[in-house]
């Protein structure tokens, strides 16, 4: 092992026994140097870094579960949305359904009531055409009369002297004394 060591330290010749000298031949010192110190971080580096990859290892388990329960989670909700979905379709459809027929009984009513006004207005129309009728017809008949009558007494009193009008007297109390006669 001595002739190893000195190895590294001497520099092509043999040195004295005692003496201490550096090797500066790279190509034959770099690898064992590496060789030794690969070795010491392996040593005493394999415990650290089994530990960050424990670490690292149960960090990711970890973060998998919770994915997982996550995803779980999310399926879950995703069931119950659809579950609501239906049901809301449902009820959609049964709105929906029985909008249309509360719809098509108000069109109904709404036509029948339209019927019974227009016939309403129809019995008032022809009512008012039927009063006015009269009206004009009363109107028409008070005029008539009135004009009859006026030249009735525009005759009257052409025709008439004091000797007609004393025999139409008489001749009305004849009449009248004859229904009193009957009537007794």
Known sequence: MKNRTNSFVSVGHRPSV??????????????INLSVVLGVLIFFGKGVLNDLL???????????RNSEELRR??????????ARLRKVEVEADEYRTN???EIEREKLNLINA???????????????????????????????FQQALKKALGTLNNC??????????SANIG??????????
């Not at 005692?18 to 690898?31: M, R």
């Not at 424990?54 to 998998?64: F, G, N, W």
């Open 18 to 31: 005692g003496s201490f000298e550096f090797n500066t031949d790279i190509l034959a010192t770099n690898p």
């Open 99 to 101: 909008g249309y027929s």
């Open 73 to 82: 989670g999310a399926i879950e909700q995703l069931e119950k949305a659809r």
């Open 54 to 64: 424990d670490k690292r290892k149960q960090r990711i388990l970890s973060t998998i």
């Open 114 to 144: 339209t019927c019974d006004s227009l016939k309403r207005l129809e019995n008032f129309k022809n009512e008012t055409l039927f009063f006015e009728q009269q009206r004009a017809i009363n109107q028409v008949r008070q005029q008539v």
């Open 175 to 184: 009449i009248l004394g004859s229904v009193e006669k009957i009537t007794d």
């Open 160 to 169: 008439l002297n004091s000797e007609l009008h004393f025999r139409t007297i």
